[in-house]
């Protein structure tokens, strides 16, 4: 007779820690969905800036009329360019005829001629700016994009903890460059490194900034 009184009290019991484990299992199934969804973007997202990099530098002999230099000093100048080295606010002195950035021009690639890229000077400027602004714009929504995620990591004093346990940053975050591939924190770390020309990196490393002077071939 006992039992049978029991018997819905075990049935309850029962379907609480049912209802109890689903919810687990949903909650921690959810967050790592969260997570991966989030990584994937953070991948794409870093490949994209370094696309935009490549296709910035091919694009300028194809748009500018250019004919491609059989030297690296021409890329190097323009990577720099489009990373704000030659900004006005960095010393550089702007994109002018008579600025850092068109002598640096004129000593990387020689062969063009004066002359030549005075013809094209306005569509040489209005390129590199356009893409220093595009490259602004990309960096900028990378770092959003691991702001939003570090902020998905450490919030709550549950969700933090669970986010530790499934993982995160996980191996299946990659941040690749080259034929060099990062996974888990340390592509997060590299991520984190924004792309800047070397002048600027060395700056930021001693705290200071010598005086830029035009790249030699």
């Not at 819905?8 to 019991?13: G, M, S, Y």
């Not at 967050?31 to 935009?52: F, T």
């Not at 489009?82 to 008579?98: A, F, L, P």
Request: glycine share 8%; aromatic share 12%; hydrophobic share 40%.
């Amino acid at each position: 007779m006992e039992t049978v009184k029991q018997h819905p009290r075990l049935i309850i019991t029962a379907l609480i820690a049912l209802l109890a484990v689903i919810f687990v299992y949903s909650s921690f199934n959810g967050l790592y969905n969260a997570g991966v969804q989030q990584e994937q973007r953070l991948k794409a997202q870093y490949l994209d800036n370094q696309n935009y990099l490549s296709s910035y530098i091919s694009g300028f002999y194809e748009q500018v009329g250019v004919a491609r230099a059989a030297t690296d000093a021409l890329d190097t100048v323009l990577l720099d360019a489009v990373k704000g080295r030659y900004e006005d606010g960095q010393g550089g002195g702007g994109y002018t005829v008579d600025s850092p950035f068109f002598n640096a021009i004129v000593e990387a690639y020689p062969e063009a001629g004066t002359a030549e890229l005075m013809r094209i000077w306005g569509k040489i400027t209005d390129y590199v700016q356009a893409g220093r602004e595009g490259y602004r714009n990309v960096q900028s929504k990378l770092l959003d994009m691991l702001r939003a995620y570090d902020t998905w990591r450490y919030s709550g004093l549950i969700q933090s903890r669970v986010v530790s346990v499934l993982g995160f940053p996980s191996q299946r975050l990659e941040a690749r460059f080259g034929s060099n591939v990062l996974t888990g924190q340390k592509a997060l770390d590299k991520m984190y490194e924004l792309v800047l020309d070397s002048k600027t990196k060395e700056a930021y490393d001693d705290g200071t900034l010598d005086p830029l002077e035009i790249p030699k071939k």
